[in-house]
């Protein structure tokens, strides 16, 4: 069974630009959940899609959005680059519902913003 | 606001040596409670998910315990290795447990 898969593995970006990460979920898991890592702030909630819905949202600006599409592979977007944003972007994959809850990370995104 | 404390905030052991990592909590209305360990510039491995009705799991040479009502969480890993080296987190999961907060985590190092 395949693991959590996130792309790219690797990103260089410039402030002010956007960025798009993938995340592709364990296969018939439906809920995804984003994470920032940094080494000041630790790691923190960024929001979860559960069926193509957001049901969970961390304390971020909205230039963080994501999305979920039909077979449950997420996007998050960040949109006016700035210096803080450089971090390890994690995703989390489950079924998210009633005992099946046990959260399975991907590799991770890590974003240079220079 | 949930917050999550580890202690210590990093150990050094020898190898073959049983240790104790630490997790507390703040609100005691949680979902569930997970370990992880996360390897430098990867990413996290699912060790222990603890539901908010279980007191114990075990798996292999670790065991993780749960008490709700103190707001606590041990690892206990026995018969440590250098393969055992790598942080080790604790996330308490929220409404359903969909979103975890984290603590900063115990960077552990075992020496041969």
């Known amino acids: 069974k395949a693991g959590v898969t996130q792309t790219p593995r690797y990103l260089i970006k410039t402030r002010g630009q956007q960025v798009t990460l993938s995340c592709s979920p364990i296969s018939g898991h439906r809920s995804v959940s984003w994470y920032q890592q940094t080494p000041g702030q630790g790691l923190q909630f960024l929001f979860e899609?559960?069926?193509?819905?957001?049901?969970n949202k961390g304390n971020f600006p909205g230039r963080f959005s994501g999305r979920q599409f039909s077979n449950s592979r997420s996007e998050m977007n960040v949109s006016t680059l700035e210096l803080g944003d450089s971090a390890l972007y994690l995703c989390?994959?489950?079924?998210?519902?009633?005992?099946?809850?046990?959260?399975?990370f991907g590799q991770g995104t890590r974003l240079t913003v220079v | 606001k949930q917050e999550v404390t580890q202690i210590p905030a990093a150990l050094s052991v020898p190898e073959g040596e049983n240790l104790v990592l630490n997790c507390s909590f703040t609100?005691?209305?949680?979902?569930?409670l997970q370990w992880f360990r996360q390897d430098p510039g990867k990413g996290l491995t699912s060790l222990l998910l603890?539901?908010?009705?279980?007191r114990e799991q075990t798996s292999g040479r670790l065991n993780a315990s749960l008490d709700k009502s103190s707001g606590r969480s041990t690892l206990y890993i026995a018969a440590s290795q250098p393969g055992d080296s790598a942080t080790y987190l604790c996330?308490?999961?929220?409404?359903?447990?969909?979103?975890?907060?984290f603590g900063e985590g115990t960077q552990l190092t075992v020496n041969p």
């Open positions: 899609y559960f069926s193509e819905t957001q049901r």
């Open positions: 989390a994959s489950s079924y998210g519902h009633k005992e099946h809850t046990e959260a399975f």
């Open positions: 609100d005691s209305a949680i979902y569930n």
């Open positions: 996330a308490v999961g929220e409404t359903s447990g969909s979103r975890l907060t």
């Open positions: 603890i539901q908010s009705s279980q």
